[in-house]
């Protein structure tokens, strides 16, 4: 585990390197001035990505209620799906996941710590495997580059694999843990619903694409929907080398990079980028303020949660 986050430090830190090399190339600000003036004398496309944004986290909410068997409410779903989105763009590291699982065994009583914890790893599995695959299929259809990623793709399924293994059978001192957590996941994938909320999850990431199918368009670049989905799952996807607070760099790079290869100018995929990105940040504290008034928690039970305590929650 140490070394797993020493590799994800490090290449956070060349991603970083890399953003200030770009910025230093491509950054304009006359450019970024357009982007963000003619997004906003385009409410219509301002609304659009809005409403999909928004609807992607509202299709994750339902899949993660249908991985619960109903167990937890939407609208605590929704509510903690907001608070994380804010809280990782407050912080440097992901502790967004933990206050997922504060708020919903906070309001929903009859959730085990155990399955509160396993329900958001396996989400969390769920929206990797499903931006690996999406980007995989990007690759082909729209890059191109198949035949370069089919090692580190394979590589990154193993890991998911792997992950599930040790999650399912344990460690050696606490077997009957394996043993628990195989049989939430049984309960939850052998039923007739998975295979629709695969599909709601895949229907979210492809939602969230719209926003940078509408920035692309608003500047005046030639970007189809296809694309953007790709390119919107490479940055996602990219994000677990997150080491600044919602990705910052990260997410500039490698939407830029990825932008890059399907042919646009560098300084346009930087401005998408960035415009992007903002849109994000702003829509992300706006969620925040949103979740706390309509389900409001103290700063003592959000540090307790972000310390990993949430088990010991009132």
Same mark, same amino acid.
């Given at each position: 585990?140490?070394?797993?986050?020493?590799? $994800?430090? /490090?290449?956070? *830190?060349? @991603?970083? %390197?890399?953003?200030? #090399? &770009?910025?230093?190339?491509?950054?304009?600000? +006359?450019?970024?001035?357009?982007?963000?003036?003619?997004?906003?004398?385009?409410?219509?496309?301002?609304?659009?990505?809005?409403?999909?944004?928004?609807?992607?986290?509202?299709?994750?909410?339902?899949?993660?209620?249908?991985?619960?068997?109903?167990?937890?409410?939407?609208?605590?779903?929704?509510?903690?799906?907001?608070?994380?989105?804010?809280?990782?763009?407050?912080?440097?590291?992901?502790?967004?996941?933990?206050?997922?699982?504060?708020?919903?065994?906070?309001?929903?009583?009859?959730?085990?710590?155990?399955?509160?914890?396993?329900?958001?790893?396996?989400?969390?599995?769920?929206?990797?495997?499903?931006? $690996?695959? /999406?980007?995989? *299929?990007? @690759?082909? %259809?729209?890059?191109? #580059? &198949?035949?370069?990623?089919?090692?580190?793709? +394979?590589?990154?399924?193993?890991?998911?694999?792997?992950?599930?293994?040790?999650?399912?059978?344990?460690?050696?001192?606490?077997?009957?843990?394996?043993?628990?957590?195989?049989?939430?996941?049984?309960?939850?994938?052998?039923?007739?619903?998975?295979?629709?909320?695969?599909?709601?999850?895949?229907?979210?990431?492809?939602?969230?694409?719209?926003?940078?199918?509408?920035?692309?368009?608003?500047?005046?670049?030639?970007?189809?929907?296809?694309?953007?989905?790709?390119?919107?799952?490479?940055?996602?996807?990219?994000?677990?080398?997150?080491?600044?607070?919602?990705?910052?760099?990260?997410?500039?790079?490698?939407?830029?990079?990825?932008?890059?290869?399907?042919?646009?100018?560098?300084?346009?995929?930087?401005?998408?980028?960035?415009?992007?990105?903002?849109?994000?940040?702003?829509?992300?504290?706006?969620?925040?303020?949103?979740?706390?008034?309509?389900?409001?928690?103290?700063?003592?039970?959000?540090?307790?949660?972000?310390?990993?305590?949430?088990?010991?929650?009132?």
């Amino acid at each position: 585990m140490k070394l797993i986050k020493k590799i $994800i430090f /490090i290449v956070g *830190i060349l @991603l970083v %390197l890399a953003f200030c #090399y &770009i910025s230093l190339e491509a950054f304009d600000w +006359s450019k970024l001035h357009f982007s963000l003036h003619s997004l906003w004398n385009h409410p219509q496309w301002l609304f659009l990505m809005t409403f999909f944004y928004t609807l992607a986290f509202l299709l994750r909410a339902i899949a993660w209620k249908m991985y619960m068997k109903g167990k937890i409410t939407l609208s605590s779903a929704v509510v903690s799906l907001f608070y994380s989105l804010a809280i990782n763009h407050l912080f440097p590291v992901k502790a967004g996941d933990m206050v997922r699982i504060g708020i919903i065994r906070n309001k929903n009583k009859n959730i085990a710590i155990d399955e509160a914890i396993h329900s958001v790893v396996m989400m969390r599995l769920f929206d990797m495997l499903s931006l $690996i695959g /999406i980007a995989a *299929i990007g @690759l082909y %259809l729209v890059a191109g #580059y &198949i035949r370069f990623f089919v090692v580190p793709f +394979s590589l990154l399924f193993g890991l998911g694999l792997c992950f599930c293994l040790a999650l399912f059978v344990g460690l050696k001192k606490a077997r009957h843990l394996g043993r628990r957590q195989f049989g939430l996941l049984r309960e939850s994938v052998l039923t007739k619903q998975f295979p629709f909320l695969l599909v709601l999850i895949w229907l979210s990431w492809i939602s969230e694409g719209v926003v940078v199918y509408s920035i692309a368009n608003v500047i005046g670049c030639s970007l189809s929907a296809v694309e953007s989905v790709w390119v919107n799952s490479m940055t996602i996807g990219g994000q677990v080398f997150q080491i600044t607070p919602g990705g910052i760099a990260t997410y500039e790079t490698i939407m830029s990079g990825a932008l890059t290869l399907i042919k646009l100018p560098l300084e346009d995929s930087y401005i998408i980028a960035l415009t992007s990105h903002a849109y994000k940040f702003i829509y992300s504290y706006a969620a925040g303020i949103i979740a706390l008034l309509f389900m409001p928690i103290t700063v003592s039970q959000l540090r307790l949660w972000m310390r990993k305590k949430g088990e010991k929650q009132s």
